[in-house]
C-alpha cells in the first residue's frame, strides 16, 4: 500500500502537476482535479493514503 506526500507543483486546468517530496528527482505526476480535495493550490501539500489525496 503507498503512503506518501506530495507537493502541488502546478495547477493547468483540470488537473495538477504533484511531486512526491520523499522523491523530488521523479517525474511530475498528473492527476485530475476532480480526484485533489477542491481547495489545493500551488505550492499546497498533500497526503495520499488508501487511493485518496488529502491535505496536510
Known amino acids: 500500500m503507498l503512503v506518501c506526500d506530495y507537493i502541488v507543483e502546478q495547477i493547468d486546468g483540470d488537473y495538477a502537476h504533484l511531486k512526491r517530496v520523499d522523491q523530488p528527482e521523479e517525474e511530475l505526476k ?7 480535495p477542491a481547495e489545493i493550490y500551488e505550492g499546497c501539500e498533500l497526503h495520499y493514503e488508501l487511493m485518496q489525496y488529502s491535505m496536510k
Open 30 to 36: 498528473v492527476v485530475a482535479r476532480a480526484l485533489l
